[in-house]
């Protein structure tokens, strides 16, 4: 039996909706350590995005937190997620090879990729993280001999 997204897939996932703000985004981001977002509808609850901490840094200023802080920074705190996240996205079911997921993720350079049903809504996600993981519980390590 070969391996699927779904076997390593994270699940729950922390996921955001389309209405939050990217300062309850970034807080919670902090608050979780993880790098991306699954954005859903909060009423069909299907995918309609990702924000991931590289549009966070992109987005808000880089001067929150700081004495320069101003009250324009701060406004960059209140921006709907939805006006940011990415859109357009790869997707992949639970039945999904290892072997096309790790694909995706290298020849499309991104650093997730959400596990959907039929009807677009999230299952779970499968980060880099999660195949170096595979890879750490999996590979045999043979004691190192010399030369």
């Known amino acids: 039996m070969s391996l699927t997204l779904g076997d390593i897939m994270s699940n729950p996932v922390i996921l955001i909706t389309l209405d939050n703000t990217l300062g309850e ?13 699954p954005v859903i509808d ?14 966070l840094r992109k987005h808000l200023s880089p001067r929150l937190g700081t004495e320069a802080e101003t009250e324009e920074d701060r406004k960059t705190l209140k921006i709907p997620v939805h006006k940011v996240m990415v859109r357009r996205l790869y997707t992949a079911t639970p039945e999904t090879s290892l072997r096309e997921g790790a694909r995706l993720l290298m020849t499309k ?18 980060t880099e993280s999660d195949f170096v993981k595979l890879l750490a519980e999996n590979v045999a390590v043979v004691p190192y001999k010399g030369l």
Request: contains cysteine; aromatic residues 2%; proline residues 4%.
């Open 25 to 37: 985004a970034a807080d919670l981001m902090r608050r979780s350590a993880v790098r991306h977002f």
């Open 42 to 55: 909060p009423e069909t609850r299907t995918l309609k995005g990702i924000l991931t901490d590289r549009d």
């Open 109 to 126: 350079k991104i650093g997730c990729l959400p596990v959907v049903d039929d009807r677009r809504r999230l299952l779970g996600i499968v």
